[in-house]
């Protein structure tokens, strides 16, 4: 019974585990080489930012955004022929890149929440308005990005003079330690002080054991950043949007908000919550996350074309549902897509380095969805009906 | 030996961690109506949904014998090609479709290409004038009344050549004209040889309509009683149900109602939300004193809940017009939130779908509508939450083994006392109770009477709208009458009678 609930617990990092593991063998070890590692996260740093925003949205109801990949598009275009003119300052182009986001997201949030245009149609015809408008704004060109400063804020290494001139980036090791004693530090504080107040609490050794298990990877993945270049500026990026979605959606009022509406919308208006508001700010986030994201894409790659950003929307709500959010809405959790869009991260990234073919990546893709869903619901209609 | 439709023998059915049905017994005899009772969760839908095959057979232990064969139904299916029907609660009715598509569903008259409209309407009227309802079969189900519904129901029963009938709690959501109405239905079909199993906590009803009563309490048949000389009374009924005499079905309060008045409503008209030009409340005016329970009675539809809802923060109707006031001060209502803040609640009807979210936990629906007191500049203190939520627990006796449980496991009546914590929580100084006892047991509807005086007690106000008389009169002061939208009487709890109740509302028909 213990290793049941175990696995149900944490069926997706099992998942994530044996698939990691099989390509770590599938590649001959290739996966695991540093470079290859460090890649995994800047190749996936737009899905973990998406995953977050669309979790807000499916939150409220299953309710997805079909526009975010246009609206990368869209920003990231926007942001290059900015700065193609040279005339403004790198942070003012991101300024006014952030900011048409917002808009983007207020236009969308507008239509939704206010007037009551389903989602899915809603962001439908987003897909198509803001492509268009990237393409119209790129003029149908590929416009390569050479402002230095602009790529330095997302597409740079960290280096320390003196701690990272050598082979070995020491900086990224040593942050990396460093989290790893925070973490654990914050365990026994919080154990510390559920044992003062007398809260029941899990047991120290499945605990401290997950924490030591989370240590040893933290430590692990900085062991091989060091050795490759350090720790990646997007990295930091990705880790503080994560943060404050993990933040919002599991401490805040404003975030019990999301769960509220997709329990019970009717309930939840009721008791005097504004549900208009909370799809606002669905649709808000979400543009504004796909519109950071459009920057953080156009700096790695250089450059921005008619086809940037195609399909993200895909990545983003596969990674949640995957991660264990509900396709009804009201559960669903940032740690839980996390893991969902890294284990789609480690398939991808896996069978690039195989070598498998472009189309049958995306037959795995599919497939993983689907399988990730059906498990969901199935174990759900077991367990939670009964009763 | 009396001749039996059904024997269910020793059956025991387990769910994960509970024990729903402990060895239960029922013996129903041919053309006789059968009522089944016991508290909420005492295993009686268990039980009937064993005997229909949605927990197919396999899933529990014992034997169903049905016209002197064991059966061994594996789907809903099986047991209706025996001619077992069951009608549940919560009506299955799609409510885009045709009474006659409803009536036919899954089950379509086909014709040489596809379905025979002709026959289908031709044969879904045969059946709805046995039951008396006159309506064209092509008329949508959204557009006749949940009475009516109910009756669409049974005449697809009708349809399935019926010979065992079960009809879970099929009065709950009716008023009570037309749940005579379904009641001597029933005992229409009786006559002509139908055998049916009836499910209600409305006491008075089964003494009406049953020949026997089998009580059930805990998962385990307790007794069954005789009652084909009509001669068993409620009070019987509920001390096998609790296993005690409930000499008192409202407890005592001291009437201490002030002169203050808590809540004064003026001239308020509300218009329906799509036809605009519909009145659905006209020109009402009431008000109700600190300390003091206040009633409306009226039949289904009369307007009521309505009214509540479109003083509750405009949540209700279009074009609403009218004065309120919340001790003593005109209040502007626009929202939820601005009716909560100025200290009014709405404990809604429809509790599971309109009050609580049922796949969160006892805790958050506790705090709900009132968040920010368990926040610290919007973040949540979790701790201080499941404090609330427990000293709520604790207060209202709601029954579970921890307050992280989630609100959809939990029964009618512990549902309710969670609704009413969470509203209580709100601290509002004027709470409207709508159909606070809806569809729960005699025991727990004790406790949330109980509840309702200590809140007046505190010098709070309390609106009931209740569809049963018998409580408005036990629990109220006053009560106001509402028929199609209208106040038409107001009378001392004192010197009201159900006869003069309902007077009221006959006599309001005729003008």
């Avoid at chain 1, 993990?246 to 009022?253: D, P």
Wanted: net charge neutral; with cysteine.
């Amino acid at each position: 019974m213990k290793t049941k609930a175990f696995i149900k617990k944490y069926t997706m990092v099992i998942a994530l585990c044996v698939v990691f593991i099989l390509f770590a063998v599938l590649t001959g070890g290739r996966l695991l080489y540093p470079q290859n590692l460090s890649n995994l996260l800047l190749q996936n740093a737009y899905v973990l930012v998406m995953a977050c925003g669309m979790l807000l949205c499916i939150l409220t109801g299953g309710n997805i955004d079909l526009s975010v990949g246009s609206t990368v598009c869209l920003v990231g275009a926007i942001a290059a022929q900015l700065l193609a003119t040279d005339r403004m300052s790198p942070i003012l182009v991101i300024l006014i890149c952030l900011l048409l986001s917002v808009i983007i997201g207020v236009w969308q949030g507008f239509w939704i929440g206010n007037v009551h245009i389903p989602p899915f149609i809603c962001t439908l015809a987003g897909m198509f308005l803001f492509r268009g408008l990237g393409r119209a704004i790129l003029g149908s060109k590929t416009v390569a990005i050479s402002n230095k400063s602009f790529l330095n804020i997302f597409a740079s290494y960290i280096a320390v003079p003196g701690l990272d001139d050598g082979e070995k980036k020491w900086s990224a090791f040593i942050a990396g330690i460093i989290i790893a004693a925070l973490l654990l530090v914050n365990t026994v504080r919080s154990r510390a002080h559920k044992a003062k107040k007398g809260y029941k609490q899990v047991s120290a050794a499945s605990e401290f054991g997950k924490i030591i298990v989370i240590d040893a990877l933290v430590l692990y993945y900085t062991w091989k950043l060091a050795n490759y270049k350090g720790i990646p500026v997007m990295a930091l990026w990705v880790l503080a949007v994560v943060l404050i979605y993990a933040f919002i959606t599991s401490k805040t009022a404003f975030g019990r908000y999301f769960y509220a509406v997709g329990g019970n919308e009717k309930a939840t208006k009721l008791s005097g919550i504004n549900t208009n508001f909370v799809y606002f700010m669905a649709y808000t986030s979400m543009s504004l996350l796909a519109g950071l994201s459009g920057l953080l894409m156009a700096a790695r790659i250089g450059s921005v074309n008619g086809d940037t950003g195609n399909s993200f929307e895909m990545d983003a709500i596969g990674s949640c549902f995957i991660g264990g959010a509900s396709a009804y809405g009201g559960s669903g959790t940032v740690p839980g897509i996390m893991v969902g869009a890294i284990l789609l991260g480690v398939i991808n990234q896996g069978m690039s380095i195989i070598g498998l073919d472009n189309n049958w990546q995306y037959v795995v893709k599919g497939a993983v969805l689907l399988i990730a869903v059906i498990f969901d619901v199935v174990s759900n209609h077991k367990t939670g009906k009964a009763g | 030996m009396a001749d039996l439709i059904l024997e269910m023998k020793n059956i025991t059915k387990e769910f994960p961690g509970v024990k729903a049905l402990d060895n239960v017994n029922l013996k129903v005899e041919r053309g006789e109506i059968h009522a089944l009772v016991g508290e909420n969760g005492a295993g009686k839908s268990t039980l009937m949904n064993v005997l229909s095959g949605t927990y197919p057979y396999g899933t529990y232990t014992g034997d169903i014998v049905y016209n002197g064969k064991v059966c061994q139904f594996k789907t809903l299916h099986d047991s209706e090609t025996e001619g077992i029907v069951i009608i549940h609660q919560e009506l299955a009715l799609i409510p885009e479709l045709s009474i006659g598509e409803n009536m036919f569903l899954g089950n379509e008259r086909k014709g040489k290409f596809g379905i025979d409209w002709d026959r289908t309407y031709h044969e879904a009227e045969t059946h709805m004038r046995q039951v008396g309802l006159k309506e064209e079969a092509t008329t949508l189900i959204k557009d006749i009344g949940t009475g009516k519904q109910q009756l669409v129901e049974i005449a697809k029963a009708l349809s399935k050549q019926v010979k065992l009938l079960i009809l879970d709690e099929p009065t709950s959501s009716l008023n009570e004209e037309d749940a005579k109405m379904l009641l001597d239905l029933l005992l229409h079909f009786k006559q002509e040889g139908m055998t049916s199993i009836i499910i209600s906590h409305k006491l008075n009803e089964i003494s009406y309509v049953a020949d026997k009563i089998t009580v059930i309490r805990d998962g385990a048949t307790i007794e069954t009683i005789d009652n084909s000389e009509r001669n068993i009374n409620e009070a019987r009924i509920i001390q096998g149900m609790v296993g005690r005499e409930l000499s008192d079905r409202y407890p005592a309060r001291e009437h201490k109602i002030s002169d203050q008045i808590g809540m004064e409503v003026r001239n308020w008209t509300v218009h329906h939300p799509l036809y605009t030009e519909k009145k659905v409340v006209d020109g009402v005016s009431f008000n109700v004193h600190r300390g003091e329970i206040v009633g409306f009675s009226g039949l289904q539809g009369a307007g009521r809940t309505e009214l509540a809802m479109s003083i509750f923060g405009r949540s209700y109707g279009a074009d609403i017009s009218g004065e309120v006031l919340i001790d003593g001060k005109p209040q502007t209502l626009k929202t939820a939130r601005d009716a909560i803040e100025a200290g009014l609640a709405y404990v809604t009807e429809d509790r599971k779908g309109n009050g609580l979210i049922l796949t969160e936990s006892i805790a958050k629906n506790t705090t709900m509508a009132r968040l920010e007191k368990v926040c610290n500049n919007g973040i949540i203190d979790v701790d201080k939450e499941n404090a609330v939520a427990e000293e709520y627990k604790d207060k209202l006796r709601t029954k579970t083994p921890s307050v992280q449980q989630n609100v959809g496991n939990l029964s009618g009546g512990n549902q309710q006392k969670v609704l009413l914590s969470k509203w209580m929580f709100a601290d509002p100084e004027v709470l409207i109770l709508d159909e606070p006892t809806r569809g729960i047991d005699v025991g727990a509807k004790y406790e949330i009477y109980c509840i309702m005086n200590d809140l007046v007690a505190q010098g709070k106000s309390v609106v009931m709208i209740s569809s049963e008389m018998p409580e408005l009169l036990g629990m109220c002061d006053r009560i106001y009458v509402m028929n199609e939208g209208r106040l038409v009487a107001e009378m001392p709890a004192a010197e009201a009678t159900q006869e003069k109740i309902m007077a009221a509302i006959l006599q309001s028909d005729k003008k």
